[in-house]
């Protein structure tokens, strides 16, 4: 097996943990949100298909790359969870915030560099 595929393979692994850990986080987040009967399951899945904004498909989360003043918003594949350097901004931003930051994903870098690292597909 080469060192590129054994990196991936580990890669891979991290992502997978990063993801549980953020569903985790989206999980208690939205708890208060369970319904406390079977009346309030329509409305709570009625909200729950509107949380999620229309630019964001099925295998796509939204972040934001904040640094100072300086924020974009960005529509991320699924796949960028196995590319390193993403792994590495999405570890910046568990030292920076922690799993306690509500609403929206932060990643606190440039958007210039966002957009770089989502433009490259390199090993």
Request: net charge neutral; charged share 35%; glycine share 4%.
């Amino acid at each position: 097996m080469s060192t590129c595929r054994k990196s991936r393979d580990i890669d891979t692994k991290k992502a997978l943990v990063m993801l549980r850990l953020l569903i985790q986080k989206l999980q208690r987040g939205l708890s208060v949100l369970a319904p406390r009967g079977p009346e309030d399951l329509r409305e709570v899945q009625v909200l729950a298909a509107t949380m999620v904004p229309d630019d964001v498909s099925e295998g796509q989360f939204a972040v934001f790359a904040v640094k100072g003043e300086e924020t974009k918003r960005f529509v991320i594949e699924l796949d960028h969870l196995t590319n390193p350097a993403f792994l590495r901004l999405l570890e910046k931003a568990k030292e920076e915030y922690g799993f306690r930051q509500k609403g929206a994903l932060e990643i606190p870098c440039p958007p210039e560099e966002l957009q770089k690292i989502l433009d490259d597909r390199s090993c």
